[in-house]
């Protein structure tokens, strides 16, 4: 690289109305990204959004499912929604279920499958759907201390492809400062739902992103017919070059 250039990163789109504004332009190109929150947030919903959004036979996308629910039945409530196209599963999209592995092999036997089925592929994308039942299934076995082993080397693997991979998990507050997928991820989604007024209020927040400047803050979202739509903070949402005084109204001078 020469002296003064800098390396242009590009950035996919996510598919989710106002969520690449809030990221700063989209998910930057093969990043290690961490889709947090509790169950029932959206999270599954907004994975599959980014892959359906971007999988292409040539840029596949391998869809890991563990010890959650099984792949059929994720599937057979996600295709409800209008972005998901079945003639790109099995074609541009692959899904893989590691409970086997996970169950009978540890650790170690989940990342080979990971590794093989990759290299195999060529995948483009990836994602480990709910990567905290994996790793929290063995948090009291006498594997546990290979955990944070397990999670560097799958980025680092990941990171080596060229694939731009999503984790996503179950996490609360306190997992921020303690667990250490929240370091190595290049950027974190955090995705909260709380009642408000006999009402149920969905907020996105997205925690951070190397390399690009997200708006801060809490983002209210929905849940539609079309998946995950965000209205971000219009007040930080436009810049300043944007706000020209319309004509036929005067200045304020302020």
Same mark, same amino acid.
């Given at each position: 690289?020469?002296?003064?250039? =800098? ?5 996919? +789109?996510?598919?989710? +109305? ?24 959206? =999270? ?21 499912? !563990? ?14 929604? *209008? %972005? ?41 994308? !990836? ?5 905290? &039942? ?15 082993? %397990? ?12 694939? /731009? ?11 921020? &400062? /303690? ?7 290049? &950027?974190?989604?955090?995705? %909260? ?9 969905? =907020? ?11 708006? +801060?803050?809490?983002?209210? %979202?929905?849940?539609? @017919? ?8 219009? *007040?930080?949402?436009? @810049?300043?070059?944007?706000?020209? /005084? +319309? ?8």
């Amino acid at each position: 690289m020469s002296q003064g250039s =800098k390396v242009a990163i590009r950035k996919l +789109p996510t598919g989710v +109305p106002g969520l690449d504004l809030i990221l700063g332009g989209g998910i930057p190109e093969y990043s290690f990204n961490l889709i947090a929150g509790e169950p029932g947030t959206g =999270k599954t919903t907004l994975a599959q959004q980014i892959v359906f959004e971007n999988a292409t036979p040539e840029c596949t996308a391998l869809y890991f499912t !563990v010890l959650g629910e099984s792949t059929v039945k994720m599937l057979r409530y996600q295709q409800q929604y *209008s %972005f998901f196209d079945p003639k790109k599963v099995n074609e541009s999209i692959r899904f893989v279920n590691l409970s086997d592995e996970a169950i009978q092999g540890g650790l170690e036997k989940v990342l080979e499958r990971i590794i093989r089925e990759v290299e195999e592929s060529g995948a483009g994308i !990836v994602v480990v759907d709910s990567f905290r &039942s994996l790793v929290g299934a063995f948090a009291g076995a006498a594997s546990y201390p290979g955990i944070h082993s %397990f999670v560097q080397r799958l980025a680092l693997h990941l990171t080596t492809w060229q694939a /731009t991979s999503f984790l996503v998990g179950e996490y609360q507050d306190r997992d921020r &400062s /303690t667990n250490a997928v929240f370091t190595i991820a290049d &950027s974190v989604i955090w995705l %909260f739902q709380a009642p408000y007024n006999n009402s149920i209020v969905r =907020k996105v927040q997205i925690v951070k992103v190397r390399g690009q400047a997200q708006m +801060p803050g809490l983002h209210t %979202f929905r849940m539609t @017919d079309g998946g995950l739509q965000v209205f971000p903070r219009l *007040s930080l949402a436009v @810049d300043e070059h944007e706000r020209a /005084t +319309p004509s036929g109204r005067a200045s304020t001078g302020v």
